[in-house]
């Protein structure tokens, strides 16, 4: 019998427009280019006699599935987006899209950018609107105090921040 994993809830349907242009041209990568390559080599280790002992046929068989199963979710996914490319009207608040700078009790600072669950990144500073961060500081105003409980193996962990900069400028990273 397998284990049974519950579905993952299914996430906000904000994207912003870079990210949007990043999962399109996933899509069409994996669509057009990666699919074709390996279908070809897929039919080359066919063609060599017993499948299944073929490890070559055995390896790519399983990436198609991979990659077909990439490609279903990403058209079902960005079917459903809504594209978020506008500036709110009023920026001194927190909202998706934006580049928040906050600073906790020891005196550290850290930028985030609100984005969407399909989009973060923590090599970018990219956090999703889902996670608990994103949750405490949407709505958000400068010098307002933030506090995120997490749990660890030590059991919760609560932070405190405060929130020093607000910005919505596209070019920053």
Known sequence: MGRYRPPQPVGSKYITAEGHKRLTEELDYLWRKKRPEVTRILSAAAA??????????????????????????????????????????????????AWVTIEDINGIEKTYRIVGPDEFDPKLGYISMDSPMGKALLGKSLDDEISITVESKDGPLKSSYIINEISYKANES
Not at 55 to 70: G, N, V
Not at 86 to 91: A, S
């Open 48 to 97: 060599e006699g017993d499948r299944s002992e073929n490890a070559e046929y055995i390896y790519r068989k399983k990436e198609l599935r991979e990659i077909d199963a990439r490609v279903r979710f990403l058209r079902k996914r960005l079917d459903d987006m809504v594209i978020v490319d506008r500036i709110p009207k009023n920026t001194d608040s927190i909202y998706f899209g």
